[in-house]
C-alpha cells in the first residue's frame, strides 16, 4: 500500500460545480495534512492545511478530515477554469522521520 | 521577500557528467527538503534537512547521488556520474519547521535535468 494515494484522474467538472478531490494516507498516527496545487510547468503551491477532523473552509475551498477512516478531502465550489491544475495531497509521516510525502496527484480540468 | 531560489533552471548534459543542483531556501526557514518529480513517479523525497541537519536521505536513489548544507542559505545536490533515468524536475523547498507547520512547503521553481 502506498504512503499517500490519490485517485490520477483526470477529473473533469463543469464550470460553476463542485470539484471534489480525494485521498487516503496508510500511517495512523499522522496529525498534518495538505492540499497542494500544481500547474502545468510550474511549482508545488501550498493552498489549505488541516490538522483536526472535520471541516476547514478557506473562501471556495474546504478540506475535510477523518482520522478514522483515514482520508482526507478537498472540495472547490463554483469551480472556474483558472481550477483547473493538478491537485497534491501531502501528509506528515510522524512514524518515518516526520518526512511529507505527496500523493501522485489528482488532474483536474474545469470545461466551460 | 525572495522565495525559494534555484539554479540552473535547466540542464542538458550528457551521460556520465557530474551535475551540481543549488538551492538558497527562504531566509529564516530552517528545513529544507529536495524532491524530484517524473511522469511515472510523481513528487518523491530525496532529502531533507533541519538546521542544516540531513535528518532522513532514505530516499536518495543510489550513492551517485549526495546532497549537502553547509550553511542556512545554501545547498546543493549532486549527482555523480549522471544517469539517462536521472532526467526529471528537481525541486527544492523550505519551511519553518515548525511542528506541524512543516509541511507548509515553499517550493522553488525546479531545476529540470535532462540527461542525453
Redesign the interface.
Known amino acids: 500500500q502506498k504512503e499517500v494515494e490519490q485517485n490520477s484522474g483526470p477529473l473533469s467538472v463543469p464550470e460553476g460545480a463542485i470539484a471534489s478531490l480525494n485521498c487516503t494516507y496508510s500511517d495512523r498516527v499522522s ?4 492540499w ?1 496545487r500544481q500547474y502545468s510547468g ?5 493552498i489549505m ?1 488541516i ?1 483536526s477532523n472535520g471541516d476547514k473552509e478557506d473562501g471556495r475551498f474546504t478540506a475535510q478530515l477523518n482520522k478514522a477512516s483515514q482520508y482526507v478531502s478537498l472540495l472547490i465550489r463554483d469551480s472556474q477554469p483558472s481550477d483547473s491544475a493538478t491537485y ?1 495531497c ?3 509521516l510522524y512514524s ?10 489528482t488532474r483536474l480540468s474545469i470545461r466551460p | 521577500d525572495a522565495g525559494v531560489i534555484q539554479s540552473p533552471r535547466h540542464e542538458v548534459t550528457e551521460m556520465g557528467q557530474e551535475v551540481t543542483l543549488r538551492c538558497k531556501p527562504i531566509s529564516g526557514h530552517n528545513s529544507l527538503f529536495w524532491y524530484r518529480q517524473t511522469m511515472m513517479r510523481g513528487l518523491e523525497l530525496l532529502i531533507y534537512f533541519n538546521n542544516n541537519v540531513p535528518i532522513d536521505d532514505s530516499g536518495m536513489p543510489e550513492d551517485r547521488f549526495s546532497a549537502k548544507m553547509p550553511n542556512a542559505s545554501f545547498s546543493t545536490l549532486k549527482i555523480q556520474p549522471s544517469e539517462p533515468r536521472d532526467s526529471a524536475v528537481y525541486f527544492c523547498a523550505s519551511s519553518l519547521g515548525q511542528g506541524s507547520n512543516t509541511g507548509e512547503l515553499f517550493f522553488g521553481e525546479g531545476s529540470r535535468l535532462t540527461v542525453l
Open positions: 496529525q498534518s495534512f495538505f497542494y510550474k511549482s508545488p503551491e501550498l492545511s490538522y497534491l501531502a501528509v506528515i518515518s522521520a516526520s518526512k511529507i510525502i505527496f500523493g501522485s496527484g
